[in-house]
């Protein structure tokens, strides 16, 4: 059985290095324009370099997005940035827009192009045509089942690589290309800004009596009516190695390092155990999801992947996400006596029971016993995000390690 790629998101240089170590086999990340998550913080030039250079030295790859519809307005600035791009050499450019494409192929010919998923591409008919004009790899749209990425698979080049997601939030809109947004706040979800307003509830004013607002009820669950539920593939991933897909996508570009961490830890050991032996990936299922609920979910579906979806695919009683954990930040240095520098992200105390999250799969419960300052003088709480501080906990704690609480 062929073991695909585990493609991850990252959303800054901190996200990509954790993503690195907790099992990715490449990133993808965004600069600081001309991809579709503009409220992430994105990457400017000397982070990208880093992250980029991070990953090659631990032999993982950094795909780029450069995935909006263009404007007239965008075109001489998306030329400049695929300049800078060629200079960055990253291992492939996720592109949408068709002009952005050609422009990619003459500027940086060199670095591969996968084709967006925002490209609507349902059909093996337009795998060939963005093959034929040098597509290294295709994204399916999300509308698609197994049985319809299996006949792509078939009509298909071997080296043409189909790229699909397996977990994440879904948008309700075709392919993800969706007008809401713009007409609501006049933010463009297909220029990076969606105000994501497929999560707000919803009313009806009838048009004789404004003012009076009736509750939009879907059923008697509630009125969440286009709220969909989020991806979750990890008992799966059989099916979808079968059906020919070559790598497999996490959303979430504006998620935590916590959740990244998370994700991409259980699914590295669901794909690690599912290539040594089908019996151990399916004896494991316990685990891969009691990981996968601790960490921010809305509750899951299999989207589209095993036909159309029913009506349990959508929430009606909120839109709200399930948070189980709470990220404290990541082991940064370990000092000589033993302290943990952190750059503190929420608030815990010293005497608190707290967990280490390992790369490896383990997690560790472990006393706070003292916090330090950068002076080395000892504080009670530590209650300012982004402070820099230094922990002792009688755990073993290596570089990259996840302090977290539940």
Not at 51 to 69: D, L, P, Q, S, Y
Not at 83 to 89: G, N, S
Not at 117 to 124: D, P
Not at 369 to 381: A, K, L, T
């Amino acid at each position: 059985m062929k073991k695909p790629e585990l493609l991850v998101p990252a959303g800054s240089l901190e996200v990509l290095r954790i993503a690195v170590i907790y099992g990715a086999d490449a990133v993808y990340i965004g600069g600081e324009a001309f991809g579709l998550r503009a409220k992430a913080h994105n990457f400017d030039k000397e982070e990208m370099k880093e992250g980029i250079c991070f990953a090659h030295e631990h032999g993982v790859k950094v795909h780029v997005t450069v995935n909006i519809f263009a404007h007239n307005r965008d075109l001489a600035g998306v030329r400049e940035y695929l300049k800078e791009l060629k200079e960055l050499r990253p291992d492939a450019l996720i592109i949408a827009d068709p002009a952005i494409f050609m422009m990619a192929r003459e500027i940086c010919p060199e670095i591969d192009i996968h084709i967006s998923t925002q490209s609507n591409n349902t059909n093996y008919g337009t795998f060939m045509f963005w093959y034929g004009l040098g597509a290294k790899r295709v994204v399916t749209a999300r509308e698609l089942s197994l049985e319809e990425i299996r006949g792509i698979r078939a009509n298909v080049p071997d080296d043409l690589e189909i790229e699909t997601f397996i977990h994440g939030a879904m948008c309700i809109s075709y392919s993800g290309r969706c007008l809401l947004s713009n007409y609501l706040t006049g933010r463009d979800a297909n220029q990076g800004e969606c105000t994501h307003p497929c999560r707000w509830k919803y009313s009806v004013v009838e048009e004789t009596r404004p003012g009076e607002y009736m509750p939009v009820y879907e059923n008697e669950r509630g009125t969440y009516i286009f709220n969909s539920k989020d991806l979750c593939m990890i008992g799966h991933l059989d099916d979808l190695v079968q059906a020919g897909v070559d790598s497999m996508k996490i959303e979430g570009r504006m998620k935590t390092a916590l959740y990244v961490a998370t994700v991409a830890r259980t699914y590295r050991k669901a794909l690690d155990d599912l290539a040594r032996d089908p019996e151990i990936y399916h004896s494991n299922m316990d685990w891969y999801n009691e990981q996968i609920a601790s960490c921010t979910y809305r509750r899951f579906t299999t989207g589209f992947f095993y036909g159309k979806p029913d009506e349990n695919s959508q929430i009606y009683d909120s839109n709200t996400y399930i948070t189980e954990y709470t990220y404290l930040g990541y082991a940064e240095e370990i000092t000589d006596d033993g302290l943990v520098r952190i750059t503190q992200r929420n608030k815990f105390v010293t005497g608190e029971m707290i967990e280490v999250m390992k790369p490896d799969g383990r997690n560790l419960e472990t006393v706070v016993e003292g916090i330090y300052d950068e002076n080395g003088n000892e504080v009670p709480s530590a209650p300012h995000p982004k402070q820099t501080l230094y922990v002792r906990l009688n755990a073993e704690v290596s570089v990259y390690d996840i302090l977290r609480r539940r």
